[in-house]
């Protein structure tokens, strides 16, 4: 594809549209197993487990917006990283201090924690008065756009670099 008269920071950004792409396949998918489930529990059970749709999107759409800037970290990461069994291990090996980095005042500077930040943030809230329920939006916003921005940004400097030497 290198070959191509396109640029390869726009094939890097199409690349990074596929991914995205897919990760509301897969969340769309979520929500109809999620209600599938909830109905043949609800039916097992005697008891309604299935929650109001708008609930459910909103949260759902919630995490794939966190989960953007994630994509773009592991997207530099593949293009940085020549050897693909180095890159899949960093990248599983990333999501591992998330369970740390929540619990941290600057958990806003590690794009690998921000779905399941949201989570945490949704239980919490089912257990109001233990912990604090509120998102700090104005570290966090600007840190997202810029962190999205700079690894998109490498991933499109470094996009086929190690194909055309």
Not at 84 to 96: M, T, Y
Not at 146 to 157: E, F, K, P
């Amino acid at each position: 594809m290198l070959s191509l008269q396109i640029g390869a920071a726009k094939l890097c950004l199409a690349k990074f549209t596929v991914l995205i792409l897919l990760a509301a396949f897969q969340m769309v998918m979520f929500i109809g197993a999620y209600y599938i489930c909830a109905a043949i529990v609800t039916r097992m059970q005697d008891y309604n487990f299935i929650l109001e749709p708008l609930y459910v999107c909103k949260n759902v759409f919630s995490i794939y917006a966190s989960a953007i800037p994630m994509a773009a970290v592991y997207l530099a990461v593949s293009t940085l990283i020549q050897s693909p069994i180095f890159s899949v291990g960093i990248g599983l090996a990333s999501i591992v201090p998330s369970v740390l980095m929540i619990n941290t005042k600057i958990w806003f500077a590690y794009p690998m924690s921000y779905p399941f930040y949201l989570i945490m943030v949704a239980y919490w809230r089912a257990a109001e008065g233990i912990y604090e329920t509120q998102i700090a939006w104005l570290p966090w916003l600007p840190v997202v756009v810029g962190l999205t921005i700079l690894a998109l940004a490498v991933s499109c400097v470094r996009y086929g670099a190690y194909e055309r030497r």
